[in-house]
């Protein structure tokens, strides 16, 4: 199904009325109970096609650990598939609302950040995939990963319908309660480790709220002071990064010194350039720190062969330390969907949709266009390595927990989308009922069965030699 390209906001100089009524309206374009369905198409390209087309730009000699990820679990796999996902969306129903989309809403992209003003918060975190789209995408994504992750803890069928529409449930239920909101309140609105606190209390059994105890202690350990840790070894009396190739290479490790010398300058011209996208007193900030080493970083599962350089910086003296990170940023996997962005570069692209969905964001994110990496022109975007991070482990989790944890995601993507979208006109296509909830529960569960037959595929190409597998 073809989608036009759209701002993610729409209908703002209609009246509250009149949003409703079109909400109202677009389920005679979708039903709700239409969302349960999917099929694939008879034309829908070969899964491991559309991972290798992905591939091809990518670092090549990084590519095999890719797939070594991917084919460990059907969650990694879904991990690493949002273009496989965003393909076989389009063929599906929508309300024709838009919103701007986190592309990649898996349940690990929800997790514990840092404010700007130091308090810990619940958001989301990956927006590599970030475009204006139907809203339902990133619903159906979250629903999906929370089965595929409910079933290699063995919950079952009923355990994993009620984690699915709980979260459905509290996404509808929380856009239903923005779109009474005044526009201020809707922009303020975010879910701090205080009311985590709170509602965990209330819904977990002694040990769930210990691990909550313990991980928002964590969380708040994750910094640039234990990047710097963790990361880095003393050579010749200074900081230097450590090297656990292929994980993280030091730009020493990685080329010989004509080639090296030529893309660490490329990387501080990167450095010093980008911070142009940051608000003036964050530029006044960071001309405080200076570059002195830098390396090569795979991240993440989907993203692995995407060029990422991690930055030691110094301020002060040795002891002040600022780790940034620069990843790369191609076309988003939405793109052919639901159209190309708006933004120059797609650096300012997943800045951008970051700003825009998230509550509060890392005060040094930022984009820059790079010339002469691997000899063509590269978008990038920089942000802090780690500011006070932390992500669930789904394999710890009890029925319970995940249900908890279900709830805080659909609540976190509904603020998302009510800042960008037509909060009035989505929450009156959902209703108070609970018929978009129990499609969701179908989909998902349908769409979760078309991942491990995809996982299947990855395991057949690597032992049948059509792709390389590398663990790492």
């Not at 910094?223 to 030091?250: C, M, N, W, Y």
């Not at 350089?309 to 620069?326: E, M, N, S, T, Y």
């Amino acid at each position: 199904m073809n989608h036009k390209p759209a701002t993610a906001t729409q209908g703002v100089q209609l009246s509250p009325k009149e949003r409703a009524a079109k909400g109202r309206a677009a389920r005679a374009r979708a039903s709700r109970s239409a969302h349960a369905e999917y099929t694939p198409s008879r034309h829908r390209p070969d899964p491991v096609d559309v991972i290798e087309e992905q591939s091809a730009t990518r670092v090549q000699e990084l590519v095999p650990i890719r797939y070594g990820r991917m084919s460990e679990s059907p969650f990694r796999f879904y991990r690493g598939a949002a273009a496989i996902m965003a393909g076989d969306l389009a063929t599906t129903i929508d309300s024709g609302l838009r919103a701007q989309l986190c592309g990649d809403a898996h349940m690990l992209n929800f997790r514990l950040l840092a404010s700007p003003e130091r308090h810990l918060l619940f958001d989301i975190n990956d927006f590599d995939e970030t475009l204006p789209g139907p809203w339902e995408w990133d619903v159906k994504r979250l629903a999906a990963s929370l089965v595929i992750a409910g079933r290699e803890n063995g919950f079952t069928d009923a355990e994993r319908s009620v984690i699915v529409r709980s979260a459905v449930r509290s996404y509808r239920e929380q856009m239903r309660r923005f779109a009474g909101m005044r526009t201020l309140d809707v922009w303020y609105s975010r879910s701090d480790a205080d009311q985590l606190a709170e509602l965990a209390s209330g819904r977990l059994q002694k040990r769930g709220r210990k691990r909550l105890s313990r991980s928002l202690a964590k969380a708040r350990t994750h910094d640039s002071l234990q990047a710097f840790e963790k990361l880095t070894h003393v050579v010749d009396g200074e900081r230097r990064i450590a090297a656990t190739p292929p994980l993280v290479t030091p730009l020493a490790d990685l080329l010989p010194p004509p080639e090296r010398n030529v893309l660490e300058e490329i990387i501080r011209s990167l450095i010093h350039d980008y911070r142009k996208s940051l608000q003036s007193d964050r530029q006044h900030l960071i001309q405080q720190f200076t570059p002195v080493d830098m390396a090569r970083k795979v991240v993440g599962v989907g993203s692995v062969g995407t060029r990422c350089w991690i930055v030691l910086l110094r301020g002060r003296d040795g002891d002040d330390p600022l780790f940034l990170q620069a990843k790369e940023a191609d076309v988003s996997a939405l793109a052919p969907h639901v159209g190309s962005s708006e933004f120059a570069t797609q650096g300012e692209r997943v800045v951008a949709g970051q700003r825009l969905m998230q509550a509060a964001s890392d005060i040094f994110l930022g984009w820059q266009r790079v010339h002469g990496i691997d000899g063509r022109e590269r978008d990038f975007y920089v942000r802090q390595l780690r500011d006070w991070k932390f992500v669930v482990e789904p394999s710890l989790m009890v029925p319970q927990g995940m249900g908890l944890f279900a709830e805080l995601c659909g609540a976190t993507l509904a603020r998302a989308h009510a800042r960008s979208g037509d909060r009035i006109a989505i929450a009156a296509y959902l209703g108070s009922g609970d018929v978009f909830d129990r499609a969701l529960n179908t989909f998902a569960e349908t769409y979760a069965d078309q991942n491990e037959r995809d996982h299947q595929a990855l395991l057949d190409a690597i032992k049948g030699g059509r792709v390389s597998a590398q663990a790492g």
